[in-house]
Nanobody
Framework: QVQLEESGGGLVQAGGSLRLSCVVS????????MGWFRQAPGKEREFVAA????????DYAHSVKGRFTISRDNAANTAYLQMNSLNPDDTAVYYC??????????????????WGQGTQVTVSS
């Protein structure tokens, strides 16, 4: 059974930074495309960033490009999302997800096979 667990969320002031982590267990992490999504209250879950299984390719939503960086450590079965220059519009529950097909990019919610429970990120103005 594949399990994903996010951590690193919290409350931060506008302009600040946070680093989210996603540890994957029970599967073959090194073969998964990993993605980060977010969902704000009253809104649909939206794509944030993705990284290919080899880490050679990344993809970002326009709204976070240049501020967020996705990375992975296959030896540690962990994906990361470094978030800089945060603003109140970034407030949401952030989810990591894994896709086992090795396709890339993978930006749709329905394309991912496994999901974490989410971690809250709140940015105050």
């Amino acid at each position: 059974q594949v399990q994903l667990e996010e951590s690193g969320g919290g409350l931060v002031q506008a302009g600040g930074s946070l680093r989210l982590s996603c540890v994957v267990s029970g599967g073959t992490f090194s073969t998964y495309t990993m993605g980060w999504f977010r969902q704000a209250p009253g809104k649909e879950r939206e794509f944030v960033a993705a990284i290919s299984w080899s880490a050679k390719s990344t993809d970002y939503a326009h709204s976070v490009k240049g501020r967020f960086t996705i990375s992975r450590d296959n030896a540690a079965n962990t994906a990361y999302l470094q978030m800089n220059s945060l603003n109140p519009d970034d407030t949401a529950v952030y989810y990591c997800a894994a896709d086992g097909t090795r396709h890339f990019p993978v930006v749709l919610v329905g394309e991912y096979d496994y999901w974490g429970q989410g971690t809250q990120v709140t940015v105050s103005s």
